[in-house]
């Protein structure tokens, strides 16, 4: 089983550095504060964990889960035209992905990760043009390839106008992309990780598919800046978890999962 990017430990660090909430001095009134210290060397006590998650404004059942080892995201069938790509970024994996159409031979990708050569690959076995290259935001690790690609294949690269980088054009409010006759991209804006943060939709398949960068993860979130936090988590709630529950979410690092599992696992979300 592939493990999640978060473990318990990292979890309730990033919601600590949201709400700004210094946990270790609650502790000293409402907990047992040697268990309470321990917490944040990696030692769980899961009495604690489960008060300090309320405290955090976590899901405690969800987060004893995780600390227990008892989430793993299970998927149905993924669409044969759909392709993860795990590479190594300075000892961290990272998410890449490649969609195509059988109609027309056309590809799109979504982030390049830290090696292009297994993508590369695969356009050519299948004999596919990649004709835009979409980026959920210009951290390094997922744009860190964008030139090789583009020198490589020729597409137009796609992002925020928060985070422009070279050779990447400003993705408009709404932006939508027509693959083939049945399947549309819609760009949605979900800043919080980053400025420009932007999740891509795939329309016109089933399931449908949710390419979410760093916004979500399997059992967590990514990184927010104590300023962007609330908003970030209803931007994630509003635009992200509101799809059928049987929405594929294909985040920037980890497993991919579901939008059903996450409404029930993630400890972020309390429903």
């Excluded at 987060?63 to 995201?73: F, G, R, S, V, W």
């Excluded at 919080?192 to 993860?217: K, N, R």
């Amino acid at each position: 089983m592939e493990p999640l990017e978060d473990n318990w430990h990292d979890i309730i660090s990033k919601a600590t550095r949201g709400l700004q909430i210094d946990v270790k001095a609650l502790a000293k009134n409402h907990w047992n504060e040697k268990n309470a210290k321990e917490l944040f060397e990696e030692i769980c006590h899961p009495a604690t964990l489960a008060a300090v998650a309320s405290a955090l404004h976590l899901n405690a059942n969800a987060l004893l889960a995780i600390a227990a080892d008892h989430y793993h995201p299970t998927l149905s069938a993924i669409p044969k035209n759909f392709q993860r790509f795990t590479t190594s970024y300075h000892g961290m994996g990272v998410n890449s992905y490649l969609l195509w159409s059988n109609e027309t031979k056309k590809a799109v990708a979504f982030d390049t990760g830290a090696d292009i050569a297994p993508l590369l690959e695969v356009l050519k076995q299948l004999q596919l043009q990649l004709d835009a290259i979409f980026l959920t935001h210009g951290h390094g690790d997922h744009v860190g390839q964008l030139q090789k690609l583009i020198t490589h294949t020729g597409a137009s690269a796609w992002i925020d106008e928060h985070e422009l980088i070279p050779d990447t054009r400003p993705l408009t409010p709404h932006h939508r992309y027509q693959l083939d006759s049945s399947i549309i991209i819609e760009a949605r804006s979900t800043p919080g990780h980053s400025p420009g943060g932007t999740t891509y939709i795939i329309h016109g398949m089933p399931p449908m598919i949710a390419i979410v960068g760093d916004a979500l993860f399997a059992g967590s979130v990514g990184g927010i800046l104590p300023s962007n936090y609330q908003a970030a988590l209803q931007a994630i709630e509003e635009k992200i978890l509101s799809l059928p529950d049987e929405t594929i979410i294909a985040p920037g690092h980890g497993p991919l999962t579901t939008v059903e599992n996450e409404k029930r696992n993630n400890p972020f979300f309390k429903k």
